[in-house]
C-alpha cells in the first residue's frame, strides 16, 4: 500500500517515551530490572494524513501531567511541517504483579523540576 501501517505509530510513541526517559537520565531497562513498570493504560490517537515507506518523520513527546502513579504524554509526529498524527497517553506505575505502585521518587522529582 506504501502507507504506514497504523500499528506502527504505537511503536514510536513507545520510542518517544524511552528516549524522553533516557534524556532525564533514567534507563527503562534498569526499572524493569528493579521491578517499576510502566503499562500503557490509556491511548489516543487522531490520524491527519498518512505518512509514507521511507517517509522522514519527526515525533515530539512531551509529559502533559504526572502524579504518583501515572504519567500523561502527548505526542506529535510530523513529515517537514505537516502533523501526521497526534495522540495521548496513559501510563500507570505498576509491579510485576500488575500492582499499582509509585513512580519512584528520583523520576517523580526529576519531572517536576523541568
Request: charged share 30%.
Amino acid at each position: 500500500m506504501s502507507y504506514l501501517h497504523h500499528a506502527k505509530y504505537f511503536e514510536y510513541f513507545e520510542m518517544g517515551r524511552t528516549e524522553l526517559l533516557r534524556l532525564a537520565g533514567f534507563r527503562y531497562r534498569d526499572l524493569e530490572a528493579r521491578g517499576v513498570l510502566f503499562a500503557v493504560a490509556k491511548v489516543e490517537v487522531r490520524f491527519l494524513a498518512p505518512a509514507y515507506y521511507d517517509d522522514e518523520l519527526v515525533l515530539t513527546t512531551r509529559i502533559e501531567r504526572m502524579t504518583r502513579a501515572r504519567i500523561d504524554h502527548s505526542y506529535s509526529l510530523r513529515r517537514g511541517e505537516r502533523v501526521l498524527c497526534e495522540a495521548k497517553t496513559t501510563l500507570a506505575c505498576i509491579d510485576r504483579a500488575g500492582k499499582l505502585i509509585p513512580i519512584p521518587d528520583e523520576i517523580f522529582f526529576a519531572a517536576q523540576s523541568e
